[in-house]
């Protein structure tokens, strides 16, 4: 694929920024952290995710930040009745089935996306338990050479936004022992359906 890509979700205009913070004030929640300065393209971590609800609550909190956040779904999402709502919300269908190439083409959606993309992947894959993250959210930031964001939702404090944020330097471990640090105080909804922090490449 050539020439620059485009945004399909909403421009993070005054109501939409409105919209995230009364979403969050009704709700009860806190929002924690800033919106790193200068940076306009990152892979940020949707963790942890253990129900639906985590994808509103993650919309209300970029719009607070003002970020224009897209997220990756199964394709199955899309062609289901509200699918192009989904995309407008920013979503982008996937094909689970082929890892390698979904890495690559998120790459170049970071780097191409007019205006700048913070891309969300939820690193556990799904919403039930995992003994390890998916590692994609990692290679895309290494190839697309973008900072992971770690943005978190804690159902026990009733707080949201980001923990962390840094470009990783290729040391898995150590870049994976950072990212622990910045969840090892953070429930979930449903905690026992949190998934371990660790990636399947380090149990390799």
Same mark, same amino acid.
């Given at each position: 694929?050539?020439?620059?890509?485009?945004?399909?979700?909403?421009?993070?205009?005054?109501?939409?920024?409105?919209?995230?913070?009364?979403?969050?004030?009704?709700?009860?929640?806190?929002?924690?952290?800033?919106?790193?300065?200068?940076?306009?393209?990152?892979?940020?971590?949707?963790?942890?995710?253990?129900?639906?609800?985590?994808?509103?609550?993650?919309?209300?909190?970029?719009?607070?930040?003002?970020?224009?956040?897209?997220?990756?779904?199964?394709?199955?999402?899309?062609?289901?009745?509200?699918?192009?709502?989904?995309?407008?919300?920013?979503?982008?269908?996937?094909?689970?089935?082929?890892?390698?190439? =979904?890495?690559?083409?998120?790459?170049?959606?970071?780097?191409?996306?007019?205006?700048? =993309?913070? =891309?969300?992947?939820?690193?556990?894959?799904?919403?039930?338990?995992?003994?390890?993250?998916?590692?994609?959210?990692?290679?895309?930031?290494?190839?697309?050479?973008?900072?992971?964001?770690?943005?978190?939702?804690?159902?026990?404090?009733?707080?949201?936004?980001?923990?962390?944020?840094?470009?990783?330097?290729?040391?898995?471990?150590?870049?994976?022992?950072?990212?622990?640090?910045?969840?090892?105080?953070?429930?979930?909804?449903?905690?026992? =359906?949190?998934?371990?922090?660790?990636?399947?490449?380090?149990?390799?």
């Amino acid at each position: 694929m050539t020439g620059k890509a485009t945004h399909s979700g909403p421009q993070p205009i005054k109501p939409l920024h409105r919209f995230g913070k009364l979403w969050m004030r009704a709700l009860g929640w806190k929002l924690i952290g800033e919106m790193p300065a200068g940076v306009d393209r990152a892979v940020f971590i949707a963790a942890p995710h253990t129900t639906n609800w985590d994808l509103p609550h993650m919309l209300g909190v970029s719009w607070a930040l003002r970020v224009r956040m897209a997220w990756l779904g199964k394709d199955s999402l899309f062609s289901a009745p509200g699918g192009f709502a989904l995309k407008w919300l920013g979503g982008r269908p996937v094909d689970r089935s082929a890892p390698h190439g =979904l890495v690559g083409e998120a790459a170049r959606l970071l780097r191409e996306t007019e205006g700048g =993309l913070w =891309l969300a992947v939820p690193p556990s894959g799904t919403r039930g338990f995992r003994d390890h993250w998916r590692s994609g959210f990692y290679h895309i930031a290494r190839e697309a050479n973008v900072p992971i964001i770690c943005g978190f939702i804690d159902y026990s404090r009733k707080e949201m936004g980001i923990a962390d944020h840094f470009v990783p330097t290729g040391d898995m471990t150590a870049d994976m022992d950072r990212i622990r640090a910045a969840y090892a105080a953070i429930e979930g909804k449903f905690n026992d =359906l949190k998934s371990t922090i660790r990636l399947k490449d380090e149990l390799e």
